[in-house]
């Protein structure tokens, strides 16, 4: 932080509902009522702002969009050190989706600034698009650089290491910028309610619709509609097994095996992708945006594309790194290969893909949900105005030739019906969510590249991957490890592993030690995960890590603490030491009589 000059820093920030306590308004969209809290991301954006106003001589002022109510969580800022909070706040303002809230957020930092850095957390807990800040950057004409975990910043410069799905990226970007926050760039900012209501009334002000201009705002300058939204029910059986560990063992086996954790996951049905068909699009094509070394996803897309498109299915890749030829393109279900050259940065490729967007018009741009599709597709969607959908589940076509995307929030909590409102629609979509079709015999026609102009702002000097992204999307069994395995004893665990064909995940504790990687890590900060058997081990199972596993089958946990919350969060308990109940257990399962079912099959995390 040494030798930078006086920053002006801005902080968006966002009041959340409390896990426990959210529910859906009329509109279907989210009710800010009940207990409400700062979102846990934007604690950090909040803490960094203060941090670097602090030690730069410079000032940090903390905005959001919300009801007056939102005002407590400026007062937190305020009382955690920052120097004044800014509401937004208008009737007009009522049910903005992402773009409409983008827009007039950057229409408040406008009229308030200009800033050197806009801080953002990584994303929302209730909603999970974490595409905002994207659209807020290119409204501002800002470069961005998401997931900040290590931060250094000069005197016209940013350097930052960033957290991704399951890997890194080191990037250089000038000064002005906006930074997303990752949940270890820095300790959380938190005030007592006593310390929020000691702050003056005159540190916060606020502004209103009219201040910001003539929009159209909220809901009138939304792009999507929130239709058919369920809560999920996350009631457990919290079945508690206690005594003699023989005896505790064999009733959790014959439990899971009456609850069906045990049996194979049935297959899916494997369509084959099919030709290009006229359909309730109306003709029009619909693109799919590949990101490099991210095969699975790419062929799960570009099958939902080839089923829903009635015109041209349009595989963009990056340059050579996607590594997909015609022939692969074809036979996934794309009729047109069109590669994206000139740079491989997300800004300079969103504003490449939007002007082919405004080409070719597409009824449909499909991405992965990733911080890379996050990124460009949110910029994509600031600079035509457009509805984006993010973290989707399933896409489809409506009667009347909309898309359609069903989106999971709150870990899972609830699942809603978007449709898409302008004439191009983009969504990201969650990987491991879709089938793989079976190839078809077909070549892709090469069209002519995309040339992506090279702005030079931001310079990537590095990119790593650690992990794999679909390895817990995929799973059908998940052991999860809390604090208390410590990584010399993960080898006791393999037994477990192997007989459930399971995949290994872990709480925040274990990969804030970095005993394993953040793309393992499951909770409201982490993963959500939706297999048929979930094993929390060694872990105290708190809610904010529980709620991760809200889509889990049956879940069961094993620690020695009778009065651990995870006994009320899961269908079955054993209360021992779990060094002494894994290894029994693994034996049982085994001696099922069913040759170690594998509820994970070879060869179903990469494609052909």
């Known amino acids: 932080m040494s030798d930078i000059r006086s920053l002006k820093i801005a902080v968006l920030v966002k009041q959340v509902p409390k896990f426990d306590t959210f529910a859906l308004g009329p509109d279907g969209r989210l009710a800010r009522t009940g207990a409400l809290e700062l979102n846990p991301y934007c604690r950090r954006a909040v803490a960094q702002g203060v941090a670097l106003a602090r030690d730069s001589g410079g000032t940090s002022t903390v905005v959001t969009l919300g009801p007056p109510a939102a005002e407590d969580c400026l007062r937190e800022a305020v009382a955690?050190?920052?120097?004044?909070?800014?509401?937004?706040?208008?009737?007009?303002f009522a049910g903005s989706?992402?773009?409409?809230?983008?827009?007039?957020?950057?229409?408040?930092?406008?009229?308030?600034?200009?800033?050197?850095?806009?801080?953002?957390?990584?994303?929302?807990?209730?909603?999970?698009?974490?595409?905002?800040?994207?659209?807020?950057?290119?409204?501002?004409?800002?470069?961005?650089?998401?997931?900040?975990?290590q931060l250094a910043i000069g005197e016209t410069t940013i350097a930052a290491r960033c957290e991704h799905d399951d890997g890194w990226l080191e990037l250089d970007l000038p000064i002005p910028a906006l930074l997303t926050c990752a949940e270890r760039l820095i300790a959380p900012a938190k005030a007592t309610a006593e310390e929020r209501a000691a702050v003056l009334a005159s540190r916060i002000s606020r502004l209103d619709a009219g201040a910001l201009g003539a929009g159209p705002w909220g809901q009138a300058g939304s792009m999507t509609a929130v239709g058919a939204t369920r809560v999920l029910d996350g009631t457990r059986l919290r079945r508690r097994f206690e005594g003699d560990l023989d005896a505790q063992i064999e009733e959790v086996v014959s439990a899971l095996v009456q609850l069906g954790a045990l049996d194979p996951e049935p297959e899916r049905p494997a369509f084959e992708v099919p030709a290009p068909r006229h359909s309730s699009v109306g003709g029009r094509g619909v693109a799919v945006l590949a990101e490099p070394h991210r095969a699975r996803q790419t062929r799960a897309l570009l099958g939902a594309a080839a089923n829903l498109a009635g015109g041209t299915v349009t595989a963009l890749?990056?340059?050579?790194?996607?590594?997909?030829?015609?022939?692969l393109a074809g036979s996934w279900g794309a009729d047109v290969l069109v590669g994206i050259t000139g740079s491989d940065t997300e800004e300079d490729i969103a504003a490449a893909l939007a002007s082919w967007c405004a080409r070719h018009e597409p009824w449909a741009v499909l991405a992965p949900s990733t911080m890379w599709g996050r990124e460009i597709t949110g910029r994509v969607a600031a600079r035509l105005g457009a509805g984006l959908v993010g973290d989707a589940v399933d896409v489809a076509a409506d009667p009347l030739g909309g898309l359609v995307c069903w989106?999971?929030?709150?870990?899972?909590?609830?699942?809603?019906?978007?449709?898409?409102?302008?004439?191009?629609?983009?969504?990201?979509?969650?990987?491991?969510?879709?089938?793989?079709?079976?190839?078809?015999?077909?070549?892709?026609?090469?069209?002519?590249?995309?040339?992506?102009?090279?702005?030079?702002?931001?310079?990537?000097?590095?990119r790593e991957q650690d992990d794999d992204l679909d390895a817990l999307a995929l799973a059908r069994a998940v052991v999860c490890v809390g604090a208390g395995v410590s990584p010399e004893d993960y080898p006791l665990l393999d037994p477990l592993l192997t007989v459930l064909g399971a995949d290994l995940a872990a709480t925040r504790k274990v990969t804030d030690r970095g005993w394993q990687p953040r793309a393992r890590q499951v909770g409201v900060t982490g993963r959500s995960?939706?297999?048929?058997?979930?094993?929390?081990?060694?872990?105290?199972?708190?809610?904010?890590?529980?709620?991760?596993?809200?889509?889990?089958g049956t879940i069961l946990g094993i620690t020695?603490?009778?009065?651990?919350?995870?006994?009320?969060?899961?269908?079955?308990?054993?209360?021992?030491?779990?060094?002494?109940?894994?290894?029994?257990?693994?034996?049982?399962?085994?001696?099922?009589?069913?040759?170690?079912?594998?509820?994970?099959?070879?060869?179903?995390?990469?494609?052909?």
Do not use: Y
């Not at 995960?529 to 889990?552: E, K, Q």
């Open 80 to 92: 955690c050190g920052a120097d004044k909070g800014v509401l937004v706040s208008d009737r007009a």
């Open 97 to 149: 989706d992402t773009l409409a809230t983008a827009r007039a957020l950057a229409a408040a930092l406008r009229r308030l600034g200009p800033f050197d850095v806009v801080l953002c957390g990584r994303n929302s807990v209730d909603a999970d698009t974490g595409q905002t800040p994207a659209q807020i950057a290119e409204l501002l004409g800002l470069p961005m650089a998401a997931g900040v975990r």
């Open 317 to 327: 890749t990056v340059g050579e790194l996607s590594g997909l030829s015609p022939a």
């Open 407 to 462: 989106k999971p929030a709150f870990s899972g909590g609830l699942v809603a019906a978007v449709t898409c409102l302008s004439r191009t629609g983009l969504v990201t979509v969650r990987g491991g969510t879709l089938p793989l079709p079976r190839p078809r015999r077909a070549v892709a026609g090469r069209g002519p590249d995309l040339t992506a102009a090279r702005r030079g702002r931001v310079r990537v000097r590095a």
């Open 529 to 552: 995960v939706a297999p048929r058997l979930f094993v929390a081990v060694g872990t105290s199972g708190r809610f904010n890590h529980l709620v991760g596993a809200r889509g889990a």
């Open 560 to 608: 020695d603490d009778p009065s651990a919350p995870l006994f009320e969060n899961a269908d079955l308990g054993i209360v021992t030491d779990w060094r002494d109940a894994v290894p029994r257990l693994a034996a049982a399962l085994a001696r099922l009589g069913r040759d170690a079912p594998q509820l994970v099959e070879p060869g179903v995390r990469e494609p052909a």
